[in-house]
């Protein structure tokens, strides 16, 4: 199939898809930009890169990094958004030259969220697994915070 995408758009296809099945979930996350790397290095500069993406999301840095370095790569870069690409890959997509979509694909509101060591664990989760705190709930806290002290939110 990618062959196929090469020949239909002129260009290197790349594929990267995260699953989303109930109990295989996986997530765009830090640990792809190695194999990014390496598999970039492998097929070296080129002019035109099509990468298709399929995901619920994941860690929205590691989709910024990966747009940055596709783009150190090509002169010329496409997302290909087959079906879901939601938050983290929407994000992905808007970092491209250029978005095509199939007729049932989603791209989804960005929601960053950001963890910490000191987080609630996630249970039946590795101990160091800890849970996302979303942006709006922390300035939704602050909020909280600045009413509590009679002060106008900023």
């Known amino acids: 199939m ?25 997530r765009i996350g830090q640990d792809a930009i190695d194999l990014f790397v390496d598999h970039l290095d492998s097929i070296g500069p080129v002019e035109k890169i099509s990468h298709v993406l399929y995901t619920t999301g994941g860690s929205i840095s590691a989709a910024w990094n990966l747009v940055i370095l596709l783009h150190m790569f090509c002169e010329d870069l496409e997302v290909i958004a ?3 690409c939601m938050s983290a890959g929407t994000l992905f997509s808007l970092g491209a030259d250029r978005i095509v979509m199939t007729k049932q694909a989603t791209l989804g509101p ?8 000191l987080g609630r664990q996630i249970p039946g ?6 849970a996302s705190v979303s942006v709006e ?5 602050l909020d909280g915070i600045q009413k509590m002290r009679g002060r106008p939110a900023t």
């Open 82 to 84: 087959p079906g879901k």
């Open 125 to 130: 989760a590795a101990p160091d697994a800890r």
């Open 2 to 26: 990618l062959r196929k995408i090469e020949e239909i758009r002129t260009s290197k296809a790349i594929l990267y898809a995260t699953g989303d099945r109930p109990g295989l979930e996986t």
């Open 110 to 117: 960005i929601a960053p969220s950001i963890q910490h060591p």
């Open 137 to 141: 709930a922390v300035n939704g806290y």
